[in-house]
Structure formats: structure tokens, C-alpha cells
């Protein structure tokens, strides 16, 4: 198919924003962009689609108070501002009125032929519960990509829609649905190769789910923007002169990077802030690969390159099929600026990714990614619906390696993997079978770490009904090869089963009010059959027993048993000899209300923790029978409180803050701070009577300029 002119591409909050100015044809937008990248297809089937999808919606009302049309309306002019193809945009219409209406699949199969199942493939499981509802819904999302991979286009158009509409959600359903985001649907982005529409997605799940720290960031980039800008516009101009007196016709852009790539680094990575120039780049957009190439070469002629930071993914692309030259150079004031050298072609492919192929291209000439079958073939497989989150995250976030068989069949691997990954990757029977491997012809563990190129031998026993070690299960990296060998061992076998039993009653334990000693959970095993309770949490983790089962099985005894009242806090401690010593632990630093246990230590009496500090739940982890239940009686007596302030550094930061907290009515008895780049971790120690106390100092430190967080610490 002939190629049509490219016009200018919008940013991706363009993306489905324009608004028909006659409110009696609303779907204009959605047929004028379809019929630009489309010129010759029909689009009555659009418009059928959108008939159907008004009268089922019809009454409807998003949390916006807009009419629910809205939203499919919206979903569908992304979808046609990105290129999509006639099926997409209906399904993009009709995503939801299987869902939500009475209208069935097998109605829509009989209107749309192909678009309905790209319909089902979208519409979420609701029969189930809000937990397993979000998990398999994913799963299906990935098992339906494999079968269609525009399915997850669908599905990531309207994942965006629904994004811009948070704000008129509950803040903490926003920050649920930005936290899944964030974990899922940005990498599903990234690996589609959807750039523009990852970032918009990163974006607003930053500002959803941490809108403190997401402010500050805005407030400091915009404080440094007039220098910034000047400086850009002025290498800007100096590239487009240099690249012009080379024959290079080339258009420049400056780019600001992401607030949530800026926070990543200032705050995940603790870079140095006021180094604002690593934060914009220029974009140089060619006519050809060759030109690249040359463009590259003239600006290196001019700036020195940054060593270690020229990168051709031109060449070697990335898995998401991404293509550009990279390269950082030291402008001529000193500051270090990154330059991204791509063509037309290569620009519209990273903002769209895999969308982009269906705009030019018909269905027949697209090959779906390699990744998405991989990762199908190892969902399905999963038997427990809360292990696909965190697998899906885990896969998604690594990078990829490329090795290969003996006979050259490459195989795709996260970075990490191992031997057992490989021969589980090639089938499960080699993976079962593994008894050794050859790495590049030498002989290697089974628990080696593979890197891209390497050709892989698996060994296998001889016996056929050999089966993997559980020792494997330490080092894996893989869903699949977790997921199997786990299936593979003995029921009740299994090592992590008492591990994930373990921690699974934690969970429950952190969100009550008060822990239970060893000797209440000994009796609770008991009492439900279980011979000790590492029997009883091999049980919970292999789901054959609730925690809420555990809890009252424990509590049915527990009221007749004796507590020890501390002489110098408001506070008991059941179940420990008359005597000893009692005193509130210095990791944790608990006031009264905390959820509290105690822990009775060899030599030093007992000490009082928070049930959520992270040294009692590795000591109650590993000596479960030193664990004592607590509660408070009043708030008797001082208590030492710590406050962690991170902060952007500015002058006169550390005495704004001790007047904060001095104006909270708190005498402060010492202070120490750790500097990294331009954040500050300032430790503030002070006596307090109780929680509500310690909030009102909370607060106080939150209202000071360039606080970014404010939080109990945990050391």
C-alpha cells in the first residue's frame, strides 16, 4: 500500500482530545482521523457502531457526571488519532457494552464479525472478587494478545481514557488504579512500543499516586525553566546550524524529560537536581538512516561525546522494536545534553508504537512479538490468581536476553535467567529432566547467569521420570520454570508453601490490632488439626486454610490468660513470667496507637515493638515462640518519637524545620541529617504522650516550603 504524507504528530495528550463542534455528529472526529490513515475503507461499519453504542448506553453516567457515551467515544478517537484499523476503532465504540449492557458477544459477532473479538478480549471478569477480579482480567488481556495482539492497543486506549478521568474518582481508588497502572499497563505501553502513550500513562499515575512528591517535582522544574530554556533554545540553534553546513536537512525539537523520569532520578536514583541540563535533550529528526549516521558524525565533530553514552539502537534495536541513535555531548558552557537522531518513520514508531504498523501496513504483514506468546504460555499455567501480578511485573520490568539452542533457535530470557530458565523455556520435560548444562561448549552450574549470545545445551537425565530439585526454586528466575517445578513437587512438599503460609498470616496480623504470642498460635494449630504450626502455615499457603480461620482459632482462648502490666507504661503483656522487664523497643520507637507486640529476648526482658516494624517481623518470622501478645491500657508516661523529613536542600531548610516542630508544642531532643545531591533526609527525635500528638508534628513538618515527605522512622 502507498504511503501517505505524514503530518505533523501531536503529543499523546492530543490523542483523542478533539471535540466536534456540532453536538448532533460527535463521532465526526473519530471518522475524519480514521479516513486520513484509512482513505479508502468504508466506515458505515464505524458508524453502525456508534448508533449501537448510543442507544445501549443511552441513561448511563460516568463518576463525571458525562454522558457514559463519553467514554467509548473517547476510546475510539484515540484509537483513530493512532492509526488504528476499521476493526479496532468499533471495538473501541463497543468495549464496554458487553459488560455493561444486555448486549451479548454473540450479538455483536453477528453485527461486527472480527471486532467482537476484540470486544471479549477487553471486557473484564466481573462475576469474580475485586482481588481476583483485576489479576484474571489480566490474564485474560495477555491470553487474548496472543490470539490478536491489537487486543491490547484496545485495551491500553482505553486504560488512558479512564486515566484522565481520575480526578473524579475516590483518592484512594485513583491511587489503586494508578498503582496497577504503573505496574502493568506502563510496561504493556513500553513493550508495544507505545512511547508517547507510556509516558501520559507514567505521568499521571505519578500524580495519582504520590501527589506530594509529584508536586514538588513540577514546583522544581518549573524554578529553573527561563535558564533551562535558554540554554536549549541556544544548542538548538547551534545543532541546526552545524547539521545545515554538513547538507543534513533535519528537523530540531527540544524535549523535557518526563516528571516521572525526573523523580526516578532524583529521588529513586538520588542524582543531583541542579544538574537541570541532564533533564532536556534535542531531538533530531532525518530522512533516511544514512542521514542518522552523518548527522551523528557532524555533531561529534563540533561537541565532544560523552564517553560510554553513544548508543546505536538503529543497528540493535530494542525488544519494542525501538529505533534512534543516542548520544550525549558537552555543550559549550560545560553542561552534559543528550541528542536523539532519528527519521521520520523510526520518530512515529516510538510515539506509536505497534499502532503504527497498522497504519500503513495491512494485518497479514504484522508478526505479533515473540514476547506476548512467551508470556501467554506461562499465564495460563499460573494456578494461583494473586501470583499474576506480581510475576506479570517482574517479567515486564526485566530486560531481555537473546540466547540460543544448540541449532540456533533463539530463546528470549529476562536478564538473570538461569540454565533451568532456558530448559524449561525450550519444554517443560527438558526443564523436569535437568541434570546439568554447557554454556558456549563449557561445562556450567544449573544456576549460572546467562547473557545475551549465549548458546545454551541443557543435559538431561536419562531416566523419564526424573523431576526437578526444590532446590531450583532458590535460584529461578522465570514464572514458567517457578510455576513448574512447583507443580512438579510433592503436595505438602513444597518449601515455599510454609513460607507463603507464613506470610500470608502476616499480612492478616499487620492489619489487626494486636499480635498473637506462639503459644495462642500453637493451640489454634491444634484446634484446627494441624500438628504444629508450621503445618498449619504449609496449609494456608497451599489455600486449605484462611487466615481469618487461624484468628479465631487462637482468640477462642485467649482471654482467661494472665498479663504483666508495665510499672513505667500504660501497657500489658500476656502470657510472659511475672518479673520481667519490660520496655519499649528503639528500632521502632512505638507510641500508644500502635498496633503493639512483644518480644522476649534472652537477657533484656521484653521489648514492646510495632507489629509493622520490620525488625519484629523478621525476629517473629524466625522464632516464632518468643512473640508475646501486647496492648496499651492509656498513654502513661513520655515516649520517643523519630520523624524522617526528606526535603529538597535550600537554605535555611533545617531551622524552618525545628520551628515546625517546635510550633506543634514538641521539645525537640536531637537531629541529624544525610545529604545526597540536593535531598535531605533530616532525623528529628522529640518526646511526645501519644499518636495523635505525634500527627499534629506530622503535619506541621508538612506545611514546610520544600518538604517533599514526611514519615516515622524506621531505624
Known amino acids: 500500500m502507498k504511503k501517505l504524507p505524514i503530518r505533523p504528530l501531536p503529543p499523546s495528550r492530543a490523542l483523542g482530545a478533539e471535540i466536534s463542534q456540532d453536538p448532533f455528529d460527535l463521532l465526526s472526529p473519530v471518522l475524519r482521523s480514521f479516513s486520513f490513515h484509512h482513505p479508502r475503507e468504508d466506515t458505515a461499519p464505524i458508524e453502525r457502531a456508534w448508533q449501537v453504542a448510543k442507544s445501549l448506553h443511552e441513561g448511563q453516567f460516568r463518576a463525571s457526571g458525562e454522558p457514559y457515551i463519553s467514554h467509548p467515544l473517547g476510546v475510539a478517537q484515540i484509537l483513530a488519532d493512532l492509526g488504528s484499523d476499521r476493526d479496532m476503532v468499533v471495538a473501541g465504540l463497543?468495549?464496554?457494552?458487553?459488560?455493561?449492557?444486555?448486549?451479548?458477544?454473540?450479538?455483536?459477532?453477528?453485527?461486527?464479525?472480527?471486532?467482537?473479538?476484540?470486544?471479549?478480549?477487553?471486557?473484564?471478569?466481573?462475576?469474580?472478587?475485586?482481588?481476583?477480579?483485576?489479576?484474571e482480567t489480566i490474564r485474560k488481556l495477555i491470553l487474548s494478545m496472543q490470539q490478536d495482539a491489537r487486543v491490547g492497543v484496545v485495551k491500553i486506549a482505553d486504560r488512558l481514557y479512564n486515566a484522565r478521568t481520575w480526578r473524579f474518582m475516590p483518592p484512594q481508588k485513583a491511587s489503586r488504579k494508578a498503582k496497577e497502572t504503573?505496574?502493568?499497563?506502563?510496561?504493556?505501553?513500553?513493550?508495544?512500543?507505545?512511547?508517547?502513550?507510556?509516558?501520559?500513562?507514567?505521568?499521571?499515575?505519578?500524580?495519582?499516586?504520590?501527589?506530594?512528591?509529584?508536586?514538588?517535582?513540577?514546583?522544581?522544574?518549573?524554578?529553573?525553566?527561563?535558564?533551562?530554556?535558554?540554554?536549549?533554545?541556544?544548542?538548538?540553534?547551534?545543532?541546526?546550524?552545524?547539521?545545515?553546513?554538513?547538507?543534513?536537512?533535519a528537523a530540531i525539537t527540544g524535549r523535557l524529560k518526563s516528571y516521572f523520569s525526573i523523580y526516578r532520578k532524583i529521588v529513586v536514583l538520588k542524582k543531583d537536581f541542579d544538574r537541570i541540563y541532564d533533564y532536556v535533550g534535542i531531538r533530531v529528526v532525518v530522512d533516511s538512516p544514512q542521514d542518522c549516521y552523518s548527522a551523528m558524525g557532524i555533531i561529534h565533530e563540533r561537541w565532544r561525546p560523552v564517553p560510554n553514552r553513544i548508543k546505536d539502537y538503529i543497528a540493535s534495536p530494542k525488544p519494542n522494536r525501538y529505533k534512534a541513535l543516542?548520544?550525549?555531548?558537552?555543550?559549550?558552557?560545560?553542561?552534559?545534553?543528550?541528542?536523539?537522531?532519528?527519521?521520520?518513520?523510526?520518530?512515529?514508531?516510538?510515539?506509536?508504537?505497534?499502532a503504527a504498523h497498522w497504519r500503513y501496513k495491512e494485518l497479514g504483514d504484522f508478526e505479533s512479538p515473540?514476547?506476548?506468546?512467551?508470556?501467554?504460555?506461562?499465564?495460563?499455567?499460573?494456578?494461583?490468581?494473586?501470583?499474576?501480578?506480581?510475576?506479570?511485573?517482574?517479567?515486564?520490568?526485566?530486560?531481555?536476553?537473546?540466547?540460543?539452542?544448540?541449532?540456533?533457535?533463539?530463546?528470549?530470557?529476562?536478564?538473570?535467567?538461569?540454565?533451568?530458565?532456558?530448559?524449561?523455556?525450550?519444554?517443560?520435560?527438558?526443564?523436569?529432566?535437568?541434570?546439568?548444562?554447557?554454556?558456549?561448549?563449557?561445562?556450567?552450574?544449573?544456576?549460572?547467569k546467562l547473557k545475551t549470545g549465549d548458546c545454551v545445551e541443557i543435559l538431561t537425565s536419562p531416566c523419564p521420570n526424573s523431576s526437578p530439585s526444590p532446590d531450583w526454586l532458590s535460584f529461578v528466575l522465570t514464572p514458567k520454570a517457578k510455576n513448574k517445578i512447583k507443580r512438579s513437587l510433592p503436595r505438602g512438599k513444597n518449601p515455599e508453601d510454609a513460607a507463603m503460609g507464613k506470610?500470608?498470616?502476616?499480612?492478616?496480623?499487620?492489619?489487626?490490632?494486636?499480635?498473637?504470642?506462639?503459644?495462642?498460635?500453637?493451640?489454634a494449630s491444634r484446634r484446627l488439626g494441624f500438628r504444629n504450626f508450621n503445618a498449619l502455615c504449609t496449609a494456608l499457603g497451599e489455600g486449605k486454610v484462611q487466615p481469618a480461620a487461624v484468628w479465631k482459632a487462637a482468640l477462642r482462648g485467649g482471654a482467661s490468660r494472665e498479663s504483666q502490666e508495665s510499672d513505667k507504661y500504660s501497657l500489658?503483656?500476656?502470657?510472659?513470667?511475672?518479673?520481667?522487664?519490660?520496655?519499649?523497643?528503639?528500632?521502632?520507637k512505638p507510641v500508644p496507637g500502635d498496633a503493639i507486640a512483644g518480644f522476649v529476648?534472652?537477657?533484656?526482658?521484653?521489648?514492646?515493638?510495632?507489629?509493622?516494624?520490620?525488625?519484629?517481623?523478621?525476629?517473629?518470622?524466625?522464632?516464632?515462640?518468643?512473640?508475646?501478645?501486647?496492648?496499651?491500657?492509656?498513654?502513661?508516661?513520655?515516649?520517643?518519637?523519630?520523624?524522617e523529613v526528606l526535603a529538597l536542600d535550600?537554605?535555611?531548610?533545617?531551622?524552618?524545620?525545628?520551628?515546625?516542630?517546635?510550633?506543634?508544642?514538641v521539645d525537640l531532643s536531637s537531629s541529624r541529617q544525610k545529604v545526597a545531591s540536593n535531598l535531605v533526609s533530616a532525623y528529628f527525635s522529640f518526646k511526645i504522650c501519644d499518636l495523635a500528638q505525634l500527627e499534629r508534628v506530622t503535619k506541621s513538618l508538612e506545611q514546610v516550603e520544600g518538604v517533599i515527605e514526611v514519615k516515622r522512622s524506621k531505624s
Request: glycine residues 8%; charged residues 30%.
Open 182 to 249: 504503573l505496574d502493568i499497563y506502563v510496561h504493556l505501553a513500553d513493550r508495544l512500543g507505545m512511547g508517547a502513550v507510556k509516558t501520559e500513562l507514567e505521568e499521571l499515575s505519578f500524580k495519582y499516586l504520590d501527589p506530594k512528591i509529584y508536586k514538588a517535582v513540577v514546583r522544581m522544574v518549573a524554578a529553573r525553566a527561563g535558564s533551562r530554556d535558554a540554554y536549549l533554545r541556544n544548542m538548538m540553534e547551534e545543532v541546526r546550524v552545524a547539521l545545515k553546513k554538513g547538507g543534513i536537512r
Open 572 to 588: 500489658s503483656v500476656a502470657g510472659v513470667e511475672k518479673g520481667e522487664k519490660i520496655e519499649l523497643a528503639k528500632c521502632c
Open 503 to 523: 506470610k500470608i498470616f502476616l499480612s492478616s496480623l499487620l492489619g489487626g490490632q494486636k499480635a498473637l504470642s506462639y503459644s495462642s498460635l500453637l493451640q
Open 650 to 665: 535550600r537554605q535555611a531548610l533545617l531551622a524552618d524545620l525545628s520551628r515546625a516542630i517546635s510550633d506543634a508544642c
Open 94 to 135: 463497543l468495549h464496554d457494552t458487553v459488560e455493561d449492557t444486555g448486549y451479548s458477544l454473540e450479538e455483536c459477532r453477528r453485527d461486527f464479525g472480527e471486532a467482537a473479538s476484540l470486544v471479549e478480549g477487553v471486557t473484564k471478569l466481573s462475576s469474580i472478587s475485586r482481588e481476583l477480579s483485576s489479576a
Open 601 to 643: 529476648t534472652n537477657s533484656r526482658g521484653v521489648r514492646i515493638h510495632s507489629v509493622r516494624c520490620p525488625d519484629f517481623i523478621k525476629l517473629s518470622e524466625k522464632m516464632p515462640d518468643k512473640v508475646a501478645d501486647a496492648q496499651w491500657k492509656g498513654a502513661k508516661g513520655e515516649f520517643e518519637a523519630e520523624i
Open 326 to 354: 543516542h548520544t550525549t555531548i558537552v555543550g559549550d558552557s560545560g553542561q552534559e545534553i543528550e541528542i536523539q537522531i532519528r527519521t521520520e518513520e523510526m520518530h512515529r514508531e516510538d510515539e506509536y508504537g505497534i
Open 370 to 448: 515473540e514476547w506476548i506468546g512467551r508470556m501467554a504460555n506461562w499465564v495460563k499455567d499460573l494456578q494461583d490468581p494473586s501470583e499474576i501480578l506480581p510475576a506479570l511485573k517482574s517479567d515486564l520490568t526485566s530486560e531481555e536476553i537473546l540466547t540460543f539452542t544448540p541449532k540456533g533457535k533463539p530463546i528470549y530470557l529476562p536478564e538473570g535467567a538461569c540454565p533451568v530458565d532456558f530448559a524449561y523455556a525450550v519444554h517443560t520435560e527438558i526443564g523436569n529432566r535437568a541434570v546439568g548444562a554447557k554454556i558456549n561448549g563449557e561445562p556450567s552450574s544449573l544456576s549460572a
